[in-house]
């Protein structure tokens, strides 16, 4: 073989082997594969909680924002926290010491719901 004749087939081999690996695909990850984050933040907007579910470890702090033009609360179903009425751009935070999953809404507006997860 040429100098070029080799220069060739190394090329196409590396083609060929980049095409496999783009037909393979790359692995995804999924939330299980995540580890669950040591602090977390949640935005109060247009009359929801977003993220509406958030996922942290044990002894992680959850921040809620309004930042809504209206007052709202932040309140566990099974009373573990409860906020004071938060108007625009003020902050609530809970550090959860213990696993489990935590619902909570704003007593303003109940249909506003959401959802703590703690592993």
């Not at 977390?40 to 958030?54: C, H, L, M, R, Y």
């Amino acid at each position: 073989m040429t100098g070029k004749n080799v220069w060739v087939v190394s090329f196409a081999a590396t083609v060929i082997i980049a095409i496999v690996l783009l037909l393979a695909g790359t692995p995804s990850i999924t939330a299980n594969d995540q580890s669950p984050a040591a602090k977390a933040e949640v935005k109060i907007d247009n009359f929801s909680f977003g993220p509406q579910t958030v996922t942290v470890s044990v002894g992680a702090t959850v921040t809620w924002i309004n930042r809504d033009d209206i007052p709202h609360t932040v309140v566990s179903t099974d009373g573990v926290f409860n906020s004071k009425v938060k108007d625009t751009d003020e902050k609530f935070s809970y550090t959860f010491a213990k696993a489990g999953t935590y619902l909570y809404y704003c007593s303003v507006h109940p249909k506003m719901t959401g959802k703590v997860v703690v592993q």
